[in-house]
């Protein structure tokens, strides 16, 4: 009987590592963790712990969101954890199981879960239409500098580009553009 962790975080830019301490001090022997949103059902680590499972292993989370942000998603889950005779434990929780009593409490908690993420992406959709009201707002993150100053290396460690990619942009140029210039100089 194994105590697995499962570690996730929804965005590149969140770190894991405060979740995998927590999963370690709880005694699991094997952590999985990745990056990718909780409304997903398809995750590549999630799964692989999955079909590594036994009957009388558990897999242990640090929160009930970690396992998904969709009150379907996360039943779903947790239905194929203990119809596979597994234990599912919620280190801010307890151990979920497969009685009536435990049903309703996964339920509950997973729809507040989904309801916190829903009111999260309306009040950043709220918020954008407000900026978007300002003078001057511009969608997305802004832009990287292509120069700093002027050093094309510092730039390659911003960009990860070629020297070459480098100079076709600054002298405002295409790859196919700066294809034909050379031709016709050498030409």
Same mark, same amino acid.
């Given at each position: /009987?194994?105590?697995?962790?499962?570690?996730?975080?929804?965005?590149?830019?969140? *770190?894991?590592?405060?979740?995998?301490?927590?999963?370690?001090?709880?005694?699991? *022997?094997?952590?999985?963790?990745? &990056?990718?949103? !909780?409304? &997903? $059902? *398809?995750?590549? &680590? #999630?799964?692989? #712990?999955?079909?590594? #499972?036994?009957?009388?292993?558990?897999?242990?989370?640090?929160?009930? +969101?970690?396992?998904?942000?969709?009150? =379907?998603?996360?039943?779903?889950?947790? +239905? =194929?954890?203990?119809?596979?005779?597994?234990?599912?434990?919620? #280190?801010?929780?307890?151990?979920?199981?497969?009685?009536?009593?435990? &049903?309703?409490?996964?339920? /509950?908690?997973?729809?507040?879960? @989904?309801? @916190?993420? +829903? /009111?999260?992406?309306?009040? /950043?959709?709220? !918020?954008? $239409?407000?900026?978007?009201? =300002?003078? !001057?707002?511009?969608?997305?993150? %802004? $832009?990287? %500098?292509? =120069? +700093? *100053?002027?050093?094309?290396?510092?730039?390659? $460690?911003?960009?990860?580009i070629s020297k070459a990619t480098y100079y076709r942009h600054m002298r405002g140029t295409s790859g196919t553009d700066a294809g034909r210039e050379r031709t016709s100089v050498q030409g």
């Open positions: /009987m194994t105590r697995y962790g499962y570690a996730r975080v929804s965005t590149q830019g969140q *770190e894991l590592e405060v979740q995998r301490r927590q999963l370690a001090e709880a005694g699991c *022997e094997v952590i999985y963790s990745e &990056k990718i949103t !909780g409304t &997903k $059902e *398809e995750r590549p &680590k #999630l799964n692989a #712990l999955m079909s590594t #499972l036994r009957p009388g292993d558990t897999v242990v989370v640090t929160k009930l +969101d970690r396992i998904a942000r969709s009150t =379907r998603v996360g039943i779903a889950i947790i +239905d =194929r954890i203990v119809g596979m005779g597994c234990g599912l434990e919620i #280190l801010n929780m307890g151990r979920f199981d497969d009685t009536p009593v435990g &049903k309703l409490m996964r339920t /509950m908690m997973l729809g507040f879960a @989904e309801f @916190e993420r +829903d /009111m999260i992406v309306q009040r /950043m959709q709220e !918020g954008k $239409e407000v900026a978007r009201q =300002r003078e !001057g707002y511009r969608e997305g993150r %802004p $832009e990287k %500098p292509w =120069r +700093d *100053e002027g050093s094309w290396q510092k730039t390659k $460690e911003v960009w990860n």
